[in-house]
């Protein structure tokens, strides 16, 4: 009884700290889409900086005529 009492516990524990693969892959899907988000993100941003630099750019040598 005590062995099978210690099994039980042995397993309770270690179930805790795993999870199931559907799980995992659910996580892993939910980490490449944000990796995907964030990368079309920083895209934008590199094209609003761009726009904003040459509009500085623009105004500045109007400013110097």
Wanted: hydrophobic fraction near 50%; charged fraction near 35%.
């Amino acid at each position: 009884e005590a062995q099978a009492s210690a099994k039980e516990k042995a397993r309770d524990f270690v179930a805790d700290d795993f999870v199931t693969r559907e799980e995992f892959d659910a996580v892993k899907d939910m980490l490449a889409a944000a990796r995907a988000e964030i990368a079309g993100l920083k895209t934008r941003i590199d094209v609003m900086e761009a726009t904003s630099a040459a509009t500085t750019a623009a105004k500045a040598a109007k400013k110097a005529k």
